[in-house]
């Protein structure tokens, strides 16, 4: 017998601003679905979830879940009063014996469970946000742009952790990587329709292709047709006006077709004017060292960038790629080494934190108000790459409305905010582009024109990102950045990165077993005499023999409150199913600090040896 949908949506129209997002869209999920949600910027993917959540009301239509199906969707901007700390909110709809799942998730994705709400920056709210979804694991979760703020390795937790539960998930993601490796299914929203298709996104370029094809062919062929009805009528209408009336009718029912067709929006008129040609050397570090609050930042870093050079600093949040670039590009001064810059550089600056967009003003105002781009006595123009254009066709090339053009730049949603950057960032000329963090929130479409840009590109490009097919298709050079000064300099991009990462790593430790075997290098001699050398630590088990005490605190500490939550009087009795739970969550929390304890003895004796 079949089971019933998790969730189903019935009819559901909905019209914002007096244009209609859906009309009559249905669709369903099942009991195990691992979804791609997916379509163009402003297409509605939110505000779909959002009704599917149950967070907005359609204007018609309805939305049914099974009876008993508990439905999660993360917040982008999570409602906090009341709570003190991070964790507080995460854990608030746990029971005692469940809060171990918060911390567990707060280590994946590398937030602080004790940071007070007042002083948590929007990326670590909506990390407290992720982290309570899954550790709640409601029958279906909805996750909105789950991968923004994450670096790669929380991205790499969080995707093992989607690739194992048997939670069904809808996911909006702009990371082509993280949909293909996790989602089953497709679901497209194009011009106010939802289209879905049982394979994962690794065939959605293809699907959408082939859809816009046969699209073209039978618009090709109804323009046809048209044409040769609208012949007939002129030439032969008047001498057989009372018996073809039906066919005149139907001549103009083609018309009206083929003027309710949506077209396709199309792709933004983006470009980057590569500028005056800079010296062949771009910038030339050597021996640079820098420690910031207290933290070591980079630590003997030598790097070459040449003209043309694509490189990207890849590292986890808080390493200091961003530092590490502002050192590169001469605003920020090393503790230690020199940087030289070439000659002729005219540089142009992505930065993540969105600081050149001001919230409160229109996007008329943003981009004629900038003091780059203005056009002396035209409050409606602006300049762009040496020649004045209108302000509103200027953001109609980025695919913006003229109605949007008097709106708060604070009304635009998150790959809008992204594209009005790159409008400011694509007026001026430039020959070497800072990227920091462009590809949130942009949609497929604009990703893949913006890879051909930089592809184009004749200046160089220093880029941060965590998105890995993004690293993959435009960098030449990698600097991974891996804490405590570590910043070494690979060929390629992400995937090379790690291939040669771990080729380095595999003949480190076959040279350490080579060291282990040979007599007289510290190995056991053929005759037996000798004894074993014990190697030191690598850099990582330094790091984790460190960190190690921390960990083991937090488990004492966890086990501590489960006992005490086991030991009230009658808990067996009046709640056995939560007795069962928090026994089973001791055991866990037991176990681990055990290894914990057996690991930190491990590497401190072989530290001390």
């Known amino acids: 017998m079949a089971q019933a949908p998790l969730l189903q949506l019935s009819g559901i129209s909905l019209t914002f601003g007096g244009d209609p997002v859906f009309d009559g869209l249905s669709l369903t999920v099942q009991q195990g679905d691992r979804v791609a949600l997916v379509g163009r910027n402003g297409s509605g993917k939110s505000t779909l979830m959002k009704v599917m959540a149950g967070l907005v009301e359609a204007d018609r239509g309805?939305?049914?879940?099974?009876?008993?199906?508990?439905?999660?969707?993360?917040?982008?901007?999570?409602?906090?009063?009341?709570?003190?700390?991070?964790?507080?909110?995460?854990?608030?709809?746990?029971?005692?014996?469940?809060?171990?799942?918060?911390?567990?998730?707060?280590?994946?994705?590398?937030?602080?469970?004790?940071?007070?709400?007042?002083?948590?920056?929007?990326?670590?709210?909506?990390?407290?946000?992720?982290?309570?979804?899954?550790?709640?694991?409601?029958?279906?979760?909805?996750?909105?742009?789950?991968?923004?703020?994450?670096?790669?390795?929380?991205?790499?937790?969080?995707?093992?952790?989607?690739?194992?539960?048997?939670?069904?998930?809808?996911?909006?993601?702009?990371?082509?990587?993280?949909?293909?490796?996790?989602?089953?299914?497709t679901l497209w929203i194009d011009r106010g329709q939802v289209r879905r298709q049982e394979l994962g996104f690794e065939n959605f370029e293809a699907w959408r292709d082939k859809i816009w094809e046969d699209e073209d062919i039978a618009r090709h062929k109804l323009d046809r047709k048209i044409k040769a009805e609208a012949r007939w009528a002129v030439e032969g209408i008047s001498a057989r006006r009372k018996r073809n009336q039906g066919r005149v009718r139907a001549?103009?029912?083609?018309?009206?077709?083929?003027?309710?067709?949506?077209?396709?929006?199309?792709?933004?008129?983006?470009?980057?004017?590569?500028?005056?040609?800079?010296?062949?050397?771009?910038?030339?570090?050597?021996?640079?060292?820098?420690?910031?609050?207290?933290?070591?930042?980079?630590?003997?870093?030598?790097?070459?960038?040449?003209?043309?050079?694509?490189?990207?600093?890849?590292?986890?949040n808080g390493v200091g790629k961003t530092t590490l670039i502002r050192m590169l590009m001469g605003d920020l001064a090393p503790d230690a080494g020199t940087v030289k810059l070439g000659s002729n550089l005219v540089?142009?600056?992505?930065?993540?934190?969105?600081?050149?967009?001001?919230?409160?003003?229109?996007?008329?105002?943003?981009?004629?108000?900038?003091?780059?781009?203005?056009?002396?006595?035209?409050?409606?123009?602006?300049?762009v790459r040496g020649t004045p254009k209108h302000v509103v066709a200027y953001l109609k090339d980025f695919l913006f409305d003229e109605g949007q053009a008097r709106a708060p730049v604070k009304s635009l949603s998150g790959g809008e905010k992204a594209r009005l950057l790159l409008a400011k960032l694509m007026a001026r000329e430039s020959n070497i582009l800072v990227l920091d963090e462009p590809t949130n929130d942009l949609d497929v479409e604009t990703l893949d024109l913006l890879q051909e840009l930089l592809d184009d590109y004749e200046g160089t490009v220093l880029l941060v990102s965590h998105d890995r097919d993004f690293l993959d298709r435009v960098a030449t050079t990698t600097v991974a950045m891996e804490g405590d000064g570590q910043a070494v300099v690979y060929a390629g991009g992400w995937s090379d990165y790690r291939a040669q990462r771990g080729a380095v790593a595999s003949a480190a430790k076959e040279a350490e077993n080579a060291a282990k075997a040979t007599p007289g290098k510290g190995g056991k001699s053929g005759k037996g005499g000798g004894t074993a050398n014990v190697p030191g630590l690598s850099f990582t088990e330094k790091h984790r023999l460190e960190a190690l005490p921390e960990v083991m605190a937090r488990f004492e500490a966890e086990i501590a409150k489960l006992e005490g939550f086991l030991a009230q009087p009658d808990l067996y009795q009046k709640e056995p199913v939560k007795f069962a739970k928090g026994t089973e969550a001791l055991a866990e929390r037991q176990q681990a600090l055990a290894a914990a304890e057996e690991e930190w003895m491990e590497l401190a004796e072989r530290d001390g040896g």
């Open 347 to 383: 540089p142009a600056i992505f930065d993540q934190s969105r600081a050149a967009l001001d919230p409160k003003m229109t996007l008329w105002e943003s981009l004629t108000g900038d003091k780059e781009m203005r056009v002396s006595g035209a409050a409606d123009q602006v300049m």
């Open 62 to 185: 309805d939305v049914v879940c099974a009876p008993g199906t508990s439905v999660g969707y993360m917040e982008q901007e999570p409602d906090m009063s009341g709570f003190a700390t991070l964790g507080d909110f995460a854990m608030s709809n746990l029971d005692i014996s469940e809060q171990y799942k918060v911390e567990i998730a707060g280590e994946g994705l590398k937030f602080d469970p004790d940071r007070p709400v007042e002083t948590a920056s929007g990326g670590e709210r909506r990390r407290a946000a992720l982290a309570k979804l899954m550790a709640e694991a409601p029958e279906l979760m909805l996750l909105d742009e789950p991968t923004n703020h994450l670096d790669i390795e929380a991205i790499a937790w969080l995707e093992a952790e989607l690739s194992q539960t048997r939670t069904a998930y809808v996911l909006i993601s702009h990371d082509r990587a993280f949909l293909r490796a996790l989602t089953r299914a």
């Open 251 to 316: 001549l103009q029912g083609l018309r009206e077709e083929r003027s309710g067709q949506i077209r396709r929006q199309g792709t933004a008129a983006m470009a980057f004017d590569s500028g005056p040609q800079s010296g062949r050397k771009v910038i030339e570090a050597e021996g640079l060292e820098k420690e910031f609050g207290g933290k070591q930042i980079v630590r003997g870093l030598d790097l070459k960038v040449n003209r043309g050079d694509r490189v990207a600093f890849v590292g986890p």
